[in-house]
C-alpha cells in the first residue's frame, strides 16, 4: 500500500497517503480483499445487471477552519469517484445537500435519507496531524433493518492540504475492492500530448516545423494536468510502464523522431532504447504487461516502411517481429499475457486493417475489413481501435472471443485513439465533437462520455497501468 501511494504520490504533487483500513468486523489492514468482511447486499457486480446500493455522501465534518475547504473536496471528489465506476447509485449531492449533516451515525437523520431512496450514506471527519490530516471514513446503513449500523471504515493519514483529491481517490477505490470486489481506476493517471504551451517547435528538420507539443499529465479525471516534458518540440504518443513510475514517449527532439524514456520518479538522463539515429525513425512505444519489454515501430530496415519491433526496456535484443518488405505496420500493443501484439497493417489492402502476431513471429491474422488504426488490447477481452478515417471516424471494439465489431461512438465529429484503462471499463479517447481535438473517457459500453481537457489541441491519450 505504502510503495502504491508513493508512486502516485510523487507523480500528483508530492501526496503521500497512508492508508490503513480498520473494518469493525476485525479485518487486519492489507487482508485478502478476495473474501472482505462486508454485507453481502453490497457484493453486486456491474456486470450482473442487479440493482445497485444507493448511496448518498454528507459533508465531512472538521472542527479546523482551515481544512474547511479540504473537507468540501474530499466530499465532492469522494462522490464522482464512486459514481464513475457505476457500481453504486450515488444520490446527486444538490437533493443530498438539504439534510442536516450529523456528527455520529446514530444523529443521521434517517427519514430524510431514506426520502430520496438511499441505502446508505457516506460520512467522516477530518483532522489535522501536524502538516497533514487525517480522514476518518464511515459507511453506515440507513436501511430500516439495519439503521445506523457500520458497514465498513477506514481511515487515511498523511493528507495534505495541496491535494486532498488523493484522499478522496484512495477512499474510492478501496471502496470498490473491498465491498464491491473491484479495482478501481481514480488513483491511476493520463497522459497525453498538447499543443496548448504554443510554442514553435526546434530542431525538426522541415522549413516550418509548426507549434510543438509537450507531454502532459493529468488524474484519470482530467484534474491536476501538468507538463513533464519542456523541450518546444514534437512529443507525442506517451506510454505508461506498468512498473517504476517510467513514461515512455517519442520525441523529435534531437532531430529526427526517437523513443524516449523518462522516469518521472527521479528525474535524470532520458533512455533511448530504440536506439534511433538520423536514418532509423521510431515511434509509438508500448510497453510489454511486465515492464520488461517495449513494442515500436521503426524504419530501421531502410526500406521506406514501418515495422513492428520488439526489444527490452534497455534497449537489448532488439528484434524485427512483422519483418514484412514493403508493408508498414504501425501502433503495436500488447495482449494482456504478453504472448501477442495486434498493429495496424496495409498489407493486401489500400487501407490500414487490424491483425495481430505472436510475440514469437508466428500467427499473424487479419482481424477486421474495414480500415482500422491505433488499436489498444483491454483486459476485458476486447481490442479498441479507430475506425474509419478522417471527420467520420469512430472508436470501434473487437471482441476477442467472438471476433465482432461493435462501434461505440456515433459519428459526432472525429474520434480516435482509443487507450483503455487497466481494468478495462472505460475509454479515453481524442475528439474534435467540441472544436479542437480534445480528450474525453467513456464507460466501455460508451456511456458516459466525459471532457478531460479543454485547452488546446490533445492527442494520443494513454491511461496509467494501476500500480502493483
Given amino acids: 500500500m505504502l510503495r502504491r501511494a508513493l508512486l502516485a504520490s510523487m507523480c500528483a504533487g508530492g501526496v503521500l497517503i497512508a492508508s490503513q483500513q480498520t473494518p469493525p468486523t476485525g479485518v487486519p489492514p492489507q487482508a485478502p480483499p478476495a473474501a472482505p468482511q462486508a454485507p453481502t447486499q453490497l457484493m453486486v457486480s456491474l456486470a450482473e445487471g442487479a440493482n445497485h446500493p444507493r448511496v448518498g455522501v454528507q459533508n465531512f ?4 477552519a482551515t481544512l474547511t475547504a479540504a473537507a468540501a473536496t474530499v466530499a465532492d471528489v469522494l462522490w464522482a469517484d464512486l459514481d464513475f465506476e457505476r457500481e453504486f447509485s450515488m444520490i446527486p449531492r444538490t437533493l443530498s445537500a438539504p439534510i442536516p449533516v450529523a ?3 446514530d444523529g443521521l437523520p434517517f427519514d430524510r435519507w431514506r426520502q430520496l431512496g438511499t441505502e446508505y450514506v457516506v460520512m467522516g471527519g477530518i483532522r489535522a496531524s501536524g502538516q497533514t490530516f487525517i480522514v476518518d471514513f464511515k459507511l453506515i446503513s440507513v436501511r430500516p433493518d439495519s ?7 477506514s481511515t487515511y493519514e498523511g493528507c495534505t492540504i495541496k491535494n486532498p483529491r488523493y484522499c478522496a481517490h484512495s477512499i474510492a477505490d478501496d471502496v470498490h475492492k473491498n465491498l464491491r470486489r473491484l479495482d478501481g481506476v481514480a488513483r491511476t493517471q493520463l497522459t497525453f500530448s498538447s499543443d496548448r504551451d504554443g510554442a514553435r ?3 525538426r528538420p522541415v522549413s516550418d516545423a509548426g507549434t510543438g507539443q509537450e507531454i502532459y499529465i493529468a488524474d484519470y479525471d482530467g484534474a491536476n494536468q501538468r507538463r513533464v516534458t519542456f523541450n518546444a518540440s514534437l512529443n507525442i504518443t506517451p506510454a505508461w510502464s506498468p512498473t517504476r513510475g517510467l513514461l515512455a514517449y517519442t520525441s523529435y527532439s534531437s532531430g529526427m523522431p526517437d523513443i524516449y524514456v523518462a522516469n518521472l520518479l527521479t528525474p535524470g538522463k532520458l ?3 530504440a536506439q534511433g539515429s538520423d536514418r532509423i525513425k521510431n515511434y509509438t512505444p508500448a510497453w510489454s504487461p511486465d515492464g520488461t519489454k517495449i513494442a515500436f515501430m521503426s524504419s530501421r530496415d531502410d526500406n521506406g516502411f514501418f515495422d513492428i519491433y520488439v526489444a527490452n526496456a534497455d534497449g537489448t535484443e532488439l528484434r524485427n517481429l512483422t519483418n514484412t518488405p514493403r508493408i508498414s505496420e504501425v501502433g503495436p500493443t500488447w495482449s494482456p499475457n504478453g504472448a501477442q501484439i495486434a498493429f495496424a497493417s496495409d498489407q493486401g489492402t489500400n487501407t490500414p486493417q487490424l491483425y495481430w502476431i505472436g510475440l514469437n513471429g508466428t500467427g499473424r491474422e487479419r482481424l477486421t475489413t474495414q480500415r482500422a488504426d491505433r488499436p489498444t488490447w483491454s483486459p476485458l477481452g476486447f481490442i479498441a481501435f479507430t475506425a474509419g478515417g478522417g471527420a467520420g471516424s469512430d472508436i470501434a471494439i473487437f471482441d476477442v ?6 462501434v461505440l461512438t456515433d459519428g459526432t465529429g472525429s474520434n480516435e485513439s482509443p487507450a483503455v484503462s487497466p481494468t478495462g471499463r472505460h475509454i479515453a479517447f481524442v475528439t474534435t465533437r467540441w472544436g479542437k481535438q480534445q480528450i474525453a473517457v467513456m464507460d466501455r459500453d ?3 462520455i466525459r471532457r ?4 488546446g489541441n490533445n492527442k494520443f491519450p494513454n491511461w496509467q497501468p494501476i500500480a502493483r
Fill in 452 to 455: 478531460i481537457t479543454e485547452s
Fill in 61 to 64: 465534518q472538521t472542527g479546523d
Fill in 401 to 406: 472471443p467472438t471476433k465482432t465489431v461493435t
Fill in 103 to 105: 456528527a455520529t451515525p
Fill in 271 to 273: 533512455l533511448r532504447p
Fill in 446 to 448: 460508451g456511456r458516459n
Fill in 201 to 203: 517547435m526546434s530542431g
Fill in 147 to 153: 439503521a445506523g449500523s457500520q458497514v465498513w471504515a
